[in-house]
């Protein structure tokens, strides 16, 4: 079976890494992808209380210098069947770590491929160019970098900090995250669910108002889209 480790980071606090994550892992289960869900911010664990009953989910501070050994322990150590993890192991990765966290990223590769991992990351950016720095070291450490414009900040052409410092080479492989109603955005995460099981949930509650499954179920189709095109080409 194929192995991946899925990192999501971001150019900023708050620019949307839990919205691609949890989008990644919805996509993944649509194509019958074994998923597992590895929540690093012990803050604010929102991605894996979104699939804790669905899916295996483990939560490591990795915030913490000891977070990304234990990581690095649970995806290359047997379990006590002497079975090793597989499939899609998608991470969620805190705010404010990425400065910190280059000092065990090329660790971290090395020993996840020994494995044999293939290790991807997606970089969610809003047009901003606070911490786009991040962006070209990670292209030095990591074999895969796939960017992420956040459309709900912004249209395509306002990510000029990140197109002219990079797009010329990379444009063919940007992810386009469609923006959703930020009120409906809101309701969708207060629900602390899915958003498959947004859908599918019942009940007399905002969250099951027919238009808000309406907004949901075309954003998520349009997500789906956005990975389709760049990921099963990538």
Not at 106 to 124: C, D, I, N, P, T
């Amino acid at each position: 079976m194929d192995r991946f480790v899925w990192l999501v980071v971001g150019n900023k606090g708050g620019c949307g890494k839990s919205v691609v994550a949890k989008g990644l892992v919805d996509w993944l289960r649509a194509e019958r992808e074994s998923v597992t869900v590895v929540d690093g911010d012990a803050r604010t664990p929102d991605v894996a209380d979104a699939f804790a009953a669905l899916l295996q989910t483990k939560r490591f501070d990795l915030h913490d210098v000891t977070g990304w050994p234990a990581f690095s322990d649970y995806l290359c150590t047997s379990d006590e069947d002497g079975v090793l993890v597989s499939g899609h192991v998608v991470t969620n990765l805190p705010d404010g770590i990425n400065d910190r966290a280059m000092l065990f990223f090329e660790r971290f590769v090395r020993l996840s491929q020994a494995y044999g991992f293939q290790v991807k990351v997606l970089f969610v950016m809003n047009p901003l160019p606070d911490g786009l720095h991040l962006f070209g070291r990670l292209l030095q450490t990591f074999p895969e970098v796939i960017p992420v414009k956040n459309l709900a900040f912004g249209k395509v052409r306002e990510f000029v900090h990140f197109d002219t410092a990079y797009g010329a080479e990379l444009d063919d492989r940007v992810v386009l995250l469609p923006a959703m109603n930020p009120r409906i955005m809101q309701v969708v995460r207060e629900s602390a669910l899915s958003y498959t099981d947004f859908l599918d949930q019942t009940g007399n509650h905002e969250g099951n108002f027919v238009y808000a499954k309406l907004v949901v179920h075309d954003w998520r189709a349009a997500l789906f889209e956005a990975l389709e095109d760049v990921l099963y080409t990538d």
